[in-house]
């Protein structure tokens, strides 16, 4: 899950920008658990997804 769309309980601001406390410890607590993928956006994700489709489909061709 990204952060960027959560909104903070305390103060009603979004997660991502950390205007209390609690934001700013949430979005640490996230980015730590998140690791490597987590960081990335969904778009993204999904272009990486079409690409190892793509190249698993030239990769049988091949053979």
Partial sequence: MTYD???C?????????GRCPVCRASRERLQQQAGFFGQLNPVVLAAL????????????QAV
């Fill in 49 to 60: 997804l079409v690409a190892l489709i793509a190249l698993a489909l030239l990769l049988r």
């Fill in 9 to 17: 309980a305390n103060c009603a601001a979004p997660v991502s920008e």
């Fill in 5 to 7: 769309r959560l909104v």
